[in-house]
């Protein structure tokens, strides 16, 4: 059994800690898995959606 700590995560892949967060929040069914699939989530500040102007979010404190 393997298991990543959340601080762990966030130091190595924040990609990837922000989408299981997201996943965790989406309803368990097929349709949270269709909306799962539509998310994009970018490590740094480029991306190729520059019309909507996203602003960068900078997640510094880990709740337990």
Same mark, same amino acid.
């Given at each position: 059994m &393997?298991?990543?700590g959340y601080a762990d995560l966030l130091d +190595? +892949?924040?990609r990837k800690? %922000? #989408?299981k967060a %997201? &996943?965790?929040m989406l309803p368990h069914n097929k349709i949270g898995k !269709? !909306?799962?699939k539509k998310l994009k989530v970018y490590g740094g500040a #480029?991306?190729?959606h520059a019309a909507q102007l996203p602003q960068p979010f900078a997640i510094t404190q880990i709740a337990q």
């Open positions: &393997k298991a990543t +190595n +892949n924040s800690a %922000v #989408e %997201v &996943k965790g !269709q !909306q799962l #480029e991306h190729p």
